[in-house]
């Protein structure tokens, strides 16, 4: 069963940085983009990026580039998302999702997403 | 970029009902829209990719059409586990990939 299990909810002070963690099981991350996403009270959801299936070069959206970096390491099949100098307006919950079907940029499975709350 | 408007924001039907939700975008995605089911406290879950596929293990009762601007996810018969939020994604002109707002679909 494929399953992607993120990191526990997380209270961060302005300024600081945030590192998720998303566990896959069921498959190898490889062989598939893994896809970082996330969605702030009432808002829709936002895309912050992708880390490729067989390298570890990323695809940082242009809003988060500098802020966002995204790593995996592939001998635990995990991978992460940091983002820095963070301000209220991060609070959010944070997804992965593998990328799947077409070019890999559908979202299926995801994980059960993992909330940040910048608070001072 | 493209901006995805979904229409409504929530709909009240019963179990049995057949429902239809759109999802309309600024310009032309040909056909590479996606269709996601999200409930509360659950990990969202893609229905339909491409426009009209159904991913895996979705039931026959989902199913995706349009193309160019304007698209729509019908349910034949809503089970009472249908009852979530839908939203929309296009990954035809990216980055950035974008999503729209979602339509919330309650019990009557």
């Known amino acids: 069963q494929v399953q992607l299990v993120q990191s526990g909810a997380e209270m961060v002070k302005p300024g600081a940085s945030v590192k998720v963690s998303c566990k896959a099981s069921g498959y190898s991350i490889t062989a598939y983009k893994m896809h970082w996403l996330r969605q702030a009270p009432g808002q829709r959801l936002e895309y912050l990026g992708y880390i490729r299936s067989n390298e570890d070069t990323t695809n940082i959206a242009q809003n988060f580039q500098g802020r966002v970096t995204l790593t995996r390491d592939t001998s635990i099949s995990a991978a992460y998302m940091e983002l820095s100098r963070l301000t209220l307006d991060d609070t959010a919950v944070y997804y992965c999702?593998?990328?799947?079907f077409g070019d890999g940029n559908w979202f299926d499975p995801w994980g059960q997403g993992t909330l940040v709350t910048v608070a001072s | 970029e493209i901006v995805l408007t979904q229409s409504p924001a929530t709909l009240s039907l019963s179990p049995g009902e057949r429902v239809t939700l759109s999802c309309r975008a600024s310009?032309?995605?040909?056909?590479?829209l996606a269709w996601y089911q999200h409930k509360p406290g659950q990990a969202p879950r893609l229905l339909i990719y491409?426009?009209?596929n159904r991913a895996t293990g979705i039931p026959g009762r989902f199913s995706g059409s349009g193309s160019g601007t304007d698209f729509t996810l019908t349910i034949s018969s809503l089970e009472p586990e249908d009852f979530a939020v839908y939203f929309c994604q296009q990954r035809y002109k990216w980055p950035p990939i974008t999503f729209g707002q979602g339509t919330r679909l309650e019990i009557k």
């Open positions: 999702a593998r990328g799947d």
């Open positions: 491409d426009g009209s």
């Open positions: 310009e032309s995605i040909r056909g590479y």
